[in-house]
């Protein structure tokens, strides 16, 4: 092991035990700075006091020369940053080079935002009622769990804006469908307390009821009992497995539009500023560290500003 590698291992762990940054953070600070420790090898450099600032200028040309898009770009030199200056805290190096490399701009990205009417059809594109056919004495057939799992998760991530990784991380005991709130696990093991709509409760409480159980059943061994969301092995549903729960409903409800397990995210965002609430308070309950992150969601469809400046300017008509 060399002496980049043994730094950039004692960052990991500074930002995993120390700061408490989210694992999947840290898995993504590990992969940017070993691309960076790999690159650095190649130019003959075997440890970062021998690091200067051209070189990280020219690591960034690299990255460009790659294809990386300018947020990727973007995001691996913080990670670069970040290495500097635990370097330069612990000693390592006499000044952070990287200090004055600024990140290419990029053009800013509005995030992917469903309508309302395509979300109530996302939303009801999961069949959870398989009633007897009219004129027939057949027996109604009950729910099928998964489909009753699936219309809680899709209902649960619009109301309350969560993360994907926090519904997953879910537990039965994080949900209090009397006060309808739910408390979620953020970056950084912050949690904060979120209210959870009617249509919402309701779609859990059905699942709890007549789809969770059966799931639970099916477990071979023991189940993740605390968990809100199982797949269909009894176990904590994945990430992998909402990004198709998503992408099927999508399909179903014949949604043109990119669909992916923030969709549902963004959607709630927007659609709360649309309706007037204010920066702060969306930021609280998008668990952001910061406004900025937030503001995004602040822009303003063209039909919107068209209808506005037709409504409120004296000689508009």
């Not at 799992?149 to 039965?172: I, Q």
């Not at 307390?193 to 799931?215: D, H, S, T, W």
């Not at 998503?246 to 043109?256: E, K, N, P, T």
Request: proline content about 4%.
């Amino acid at each position: 092991m060399n002496d980049i590698d043994r730094l950039i291992r004692q960052f990991l762990a500074h930002i995993d035990v120390e700061r408490g940054l989210a694992k999947a953070t840290v898995s993504a600070y590990g992969a940017d700075l070993r691309k960076y420790r790999d690159w650095i090898a190649t130019q003959g450099i075997s440890s970062l006091d021998k690091v200067d600032t051209h070189d990280v200028e020219r690591y960034i040309a690299f990255l460009d020369d790659s294809g990386e898009s300018a947020r990727s770009k973007a995001r691996r030199l913080s990670s670069i940053h970040e290495l500097h200056r635990f370097a330069l805290g612990e000693h390592v190096v006499a000044e952070d080079v990287s200090a004055c490399v600024k990140a290419p701009k990029s053009a800013e990205t509005l995030p992917d935002v469903l309508t309302v009417d395509e979300v109530v059809r996302l939303l009801d594109a999961i069949p959870v009622s398989q009633s007897r056919p009219s004129g027939t004495d057949s027996p109604e057939r009950p729910d099928d769990p998964v489909m009753l799992r699936d219309k809680a998760l899709l209902e649960f991530l619009y109301a309350t804006g969560a993360r994907v990784s926090e519904a997953c991380g879910s537990n039965l005991d994080d949900i209090d469908l009397d006060e309808k709130v739910a408390r979620l696990m953020g970056k950084g093991s912050r949690q904060r307390l979120v209210p959870v709509g009617g249509y919402a409760c309701e779609a859990i409480a059905r699942y709890l009821r007549g789809g969770r159980p059966q799931l639970e059943a099916k477990a071979k061994g023991s189940a993740e009992r605390r968990a809100l969301f199982l797949n269909k092995r009894g176990k904590r549903l994945s990430r992998q497995s909402v990004w198709e729960i998503i992408r099927a409903a999508g399909q179903r409800a014949h949604i043109d539009k990119p669909l992916h397990p923030h969709t549902l995210r963004h959607s709630f965002a927007t659609h709360l500023i649309q309706g007037g609430a204010d920066v702060r308070t969306v930021q609280e309950l998008l668990g952001h560290a910061s406004v900025t992150t937030t503001q995004i969601y602040t822009h303003v469809s063209p039909e919107n500003l068209i209808e506005t400046y037709l409504t409120s300017h004296p000689r508009a008509r």
